[in-house]
T-cell receptor, first 117, second 116 residues
Framework: AQSVSQHNHHVILSEAASLELGCNYS??????LFWYVQYPGQHLQLLLK??????LVKGIKGFEAEFIKSKFSFNLRKPSVQWSDTAEYFC???????????????FGDGTTLTVKP | DTGVSQDPRHKITKRGQNVTFRCDPI?????LYWYRQTLGQGPEFLTY????????KSRLLSDRFSAERPKGSFSTLEIQRTEQGDSAMYLC??????????????FGPGTRLTVL
């Protein structure tokens, strides 16, 4: 079974601070990895995704994430946060391949980011 | 709009009533998923379809829950005899099964259910 752990439940930063949100997963096979953002009152939006290849992936709004296979980690980073980044962030994993579980995503419990102006 | 749509967006019901939600996936997507999200938690998998076949149901899906995708297009999720614990956001997602294994799900806006 898959599981995803997000270590930080609530992060508070000032504008222009750097951000790193931790995500570790547990799964015995090859996975696809995702970060989603949910702004207050809005639905899930994809920030970035990793399927294969270069482990450093860039997403929208200046976010990036690095897949470290040996550590089963996919941490999200942003060099300088803005007030508008205040939101909840979810890491998700799904098995890669054509088996029946492929595409079924497991999410972490989320990290609430509050950016102070 | 060619994204995933869900209807209704909000539903308030009394305990014991039945409710039904609808999801319209992206038209060419053959996989459709239902998730439930409660406050402070990430989405939890409920069930999914490949075309019209329901391939897996989570243990979270009690006998009061049933989902269908009769023609492999839209899907419905019905909850019978609702309980207060059913209050949550119900999310639908769709994806296209890709030979390379790049399975990306596209999420709808969700249906927020409140059971009084």
């Amino acid at each position: 079974a898959q599981s995803v752990s997000q270590h930080n439940h609530h992060v508070i930063l000032s504008e222009a601070a750097s951000l790193e949100l931790g995500c570790n997963y547990s799964y015995g096979g090859t996975v696809n990895l995702f970060w989603y953002v949910q702004y207050p009152g809005q639905h899930l939006q994809l920030l970035l995704k990793y399927f294969s290849g270069d482990p450093l992936v860039k997403g929208i709004k200046g976010f990036e994430a690095e897949f470290i296979k040996s550590k089963f980690s996919f941490n999200l980073r942003k060099p300088s946060v803005q007030w508008s980044d205040t939101a909840e962030y979810f890491c998700a994993v799904n098995p890669r391949g054509l088996n029946t579980n492929a595409g079924k995503s497991t999410f972490g419990d989320g990290t609430t980011l509050t950016v102070k102006p | 709009d060619t994204g995933v749509s869900q209807d209704p967006r909000h539903k308030i019901t009394k305990r014991g009533q039945n409710v039904t939600f609808r999801c319209d996936p992206i038209s060419e997507h053959n996989r459709l998923y239902w998730y439930r999200q409660t406050l402070g938690q990430g989405p939890e998998f409920l069930t999914y379809f490949q075309n019209e076949a329901q391939l897996e149901k989570s243990r979270l899906l009690s006998d009061r829950f049933s989902a269908e995708r009769p023609k492999g297009s839209f899907s419905t999720l019905e909850i019978q005899r609702t309980e207060q614990g059913d209050s949550a956001m119900y999310l639908c997602a769709s994806s296209l099964e890709v030979l390379a294994g790049n399975n990306e799900q596209f999420f709808g806006p969700g249906t927020r259910l409140t059971v009084l």
